[in-house]
């Protein structure tokens, strides 16, 4: 038996290592944050298990990030480089979303079972994304308390439980909305081509903070996961879940043009940008220059495209002009 390297087993569960002769990773199996493996390099550095530098959060929203990338043959490769960027970038679902996975767990579960969930698992915490078992039982009793969940919690020296959990019938009909993408979150996602010398850092000393100022919105992208292998998963939920998408087309980027129909598919708000000079010469090539497209440029000052861009978000999501 094994001490997991990511979450530590401080709350609960056990790990074992998979044995690869001559590889220079190795694998592990949390009961916590589900399979992964990790390349020696930062075995020996960042995730060596005698670092103490990594924050709660940071353990926790790496074995969340590790268990949500869970297929029956596929997990992710953990490395140095991609495993910076993420702690950096560290962050757990608000607890809105957090209740929100609670309500689709426990709606799959019955779903997949028949039955009530009996206790919830050892993973229930990395599974909605909550800093700790304690956490996550805790919003259960506070949705339960709302009616949207049956259950009994029972705190006991052994920890805490939930037994015998239900969705009430307006649980039910949570579990439906979220299922059709109805539900928004209070984050604005960008679907755009990374590592760019000007969109980059347009994005985030530009756009993000404008949006963050005007209307308290975060934007997230998915610089943070992408190189971890299996981004498909964790994509569609944050554009199933955003409140609105924005996608730049400057440099006609497959990926944002896929994405850009995906969200408009579930009826998400999509507003496209694109760099002016980039839009002016090529306007005709685009299928979507129907649409509303905001402009923005490095050479101007950007205030015309933030009050464009924050009017059109506000329009867009029915709120009122400040
Ligand atoms: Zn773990």
């Known amino acids: 038996m094994e001490t997991c390297p990511v979450c530590r087993n401080e709350e609960g569960g056990s790990c074992?290592?998979?044995r690869h002769d001559g590889s220079d990773?190795?694998?592990f199996r949390c009961d916590v944050c589900g399979t992964f493996s990790v390349d020696r390099r930062l075995l020996s550095s960042q995730l060596n298990p005698e670092n103490l530098e990594l924050t709660k959060i940071q353990r926790a929203s790496l074995s969340h990030f590790i268990r949500s990338n869970q297929t029956p043959d596929n997990?992710?490769?953990l490395m140095s480089d991609w495993f910076r960027a993420f702690v950096s970038q560290a962050k757990l679902?608000?607890?809105a979303i957090q209740a929100q996975n609670i309500i689709r767990f426990v709606g799959n579960q019955l779903l997949n079972s028949g039955s009530k969930v009996r206790n919830l698992p050892t993973n229930f915490h990395a599974i909605v994304g909550s800093p700790s078992r304690e956490f996550s039982v805790e919003l259960v009793s506070e949705l339960t308390k709302q009616g949207l969940i049956t259950g009994r919690v029972s705190t006991s020296i052994s920890g805490y439980d939930v037994l015998n959990v239900g969705l009430t019938l307006a649980g039910w009909e949570c579990y439906e909305t979220e299922q059709k993408g109805q539900f928004s979150g209070k984050y604005g996602f960008i679907a755009m081509k990374f590592g760019d010398p000007n969109l980059d850092p347009f994005v985030d000393n530009v756009l993000k903070p404008l949006i963050k100022?005007?209307?308290s919105y975060d934007l997230v992208d998915l610089r943070n996961v992408a190189r971890a292998g299996i981004i498909d998963n964790i994509m569609r939920a944050q554009i199933r879940d955003a409140a609105f998408v924005l996608v730049d087309l400057t440099h006609d980027n497959y990926?944002?043009?896929w994405e850009a129909g995906y969200a408009?598919?579930?009826g998400k708000p999509v507003i496209y940008l694109c760099e002016k000079k980039k839009f002016e010469e090529a306007k005709t090539h685009f299928d979507t220059n129907h649409c509303t497209t905001v402009c923005w440029t490095l050479e101007e000052d950007t205030a015309s495209f933030g009050s464009e861009i924050i009017a059109t978000i506000r329009r867009s999501?029915?709120?009122?002009p400040e």
Do not use: C, K, S, V
């Not at 999501?317 to 009122?320: A, E, I, T, Y």
């Open 75 to 77: 997990y992710p490769l």
């Open 213 to 215: 100022d005007a209307i």
């Open 16 to 18: 074992r290592t998979m």
């Open 255 to 257: 990926g944002a043009y």
């Open 93 to 95: 679902p608000n607890p």
């Open 317 to 320: 999501l029915n709120l009122f």
């Open 25 to 27: 990773q190795r694998t």
């Open 264 to 266: 408009e598919g579930l």
